[in-house]
């Protein structure tokens, strides 16, 4: 069946294969929603196998970087009563792919709790090792996307040009041993601290003088809102949806997907106090202006 779907370039006789034997819940909900998306797969059963007045298909990635397929998200996304972008910009690139889904696609940015994230962030330790400069941090998957390779080379370069700094990764993933080779291999094992999965990495971003976001794509970057609750000066790559989260200049700096660039931005935020102090302050009393009603009374 897979070589049939295959040949036939459509997704959903395989899926209809490998689900042909799970019954359909008969439950009827309010609301189902495909929210880890775009997964083909989880679409495909919310459409087929639940029953709900309404279903919400999600799109959180950048779907330039994931292999999307605009023939399956054509002919099944037309069965949810709307699809949420997490980003204009993202919601942009699927109607570029799938133009028919316009009347249906809205923007929904991811949810954060402030109140929680600050609690969280009074409990935990930090940085414990008693480091006296300026601390950089990155939190996220240790992985090619999230580009935790390109602040290797970015701290390589700071640290050639006498900055006395730790660059701290925050996570685990697929890339953990390469990137602690890597930094052997810039002579910079000193300087890149990998503290591993951390289940609350909020003291974290309490504590660093600036925070990094080096990725290659995202579609919303979460650990970015994150780290903006702590009124950080932050650099951060110009992945989708980066220019929607940061205003350039003013709550952050926004460099290409280079690590030269991020090294001559961090290194301008090092060099500049009364910069790192604006950005800090233009981040004081920004606030998430979307709530959890829209998710229904948003759908049409």
């Excluded at 709307?82 to 919601?91: C, H, L, M, N, W």
């Excluded at 941090?137 to 090619?144: A, E, M, P, Y």
């Excluded at 290797?152 to 730790?166: C, H, K, P, T």
Aim: charged residues 25%; glycine residues 6%; hydrophobic residues 40%.
């Amino acid at each position: 069946m897979y070589g049939l779907a295959k040949l036939r370039k459509d997704r959903r006789l395989f899926y209809h294969y490998i689900l042909k034997d799970l019954p359909v819940n008969y439950t009827e909900y309010d609301l189902a929603v495909a929210y880890a998306g775009p997964m083909d797969l989880i679409s495909y059963y919310i459409v087929h196998k639940v029953k709900a007045q309404k279903k919400v298909q999600w799109i959180h990635f950048d779907i330039d970087h994931i292999g999307f397929d605009s023939y399956f998200a054509q002919k099944l996304y037309g069965q949810f009563q709307q699809i949420f972008t997490v980003s204009e910009e993202g919601r942009h690139k699927l109607l570029q792919r799938v133009p028919a889904l316009e009347e249906r696609t809205d923007v929904f940015p991811n949810l954060l709790s402030p109140t929680l994230i600050m609690a969280q962030a009074a409990e935990g330790e930090g940085f414990q090792d008693h480091f006296t400069g300026m601390r950089l941090l990155t939190v996220g998957r240790l992985s090619h996307e999230k580009g935790q390779d390109l602040a290797i080379e970015a701290l390589s370069f700071l640290v050639r040009n006498g900055f006395d700094v730790r660059w701290y990764f925050v996570g685990t993933g697929s890339e953990a041993d390469k990137y602690k080779q890597l930094a052997a291999e810039k002579g910079v094992s000193d300087y890149a601290v990998f503290l591993g999965e951390q289940l609350n990495p909020y003291p974290y971003m309490k504590e660093c003088d600036v925070y990094v976001q080096p990725s290659r794509h995202e579609g919303y970057c979460i650990t970015l809102a994150e780290a903006k609750l702590f009124h950080k000066p932050i650099v951060t790559t110009d992945f989708t949806g980066a220019r929607e989260q940061t205003k350039a200049q003013q709550t952050g700096i926004i460099v290409e997907v280079d690590a030269w660039q991020i090294y001559q931005a961090v290194r301008n935020l090092l060099n500049t106090a009364a910069l790192r102090h604006n950005l800090s302050d233009n981040l004081t009393g920004e606030q998430q202006s979307w709530s959890v009603e829209k998710l229904y009374s948003g759908v049409r």
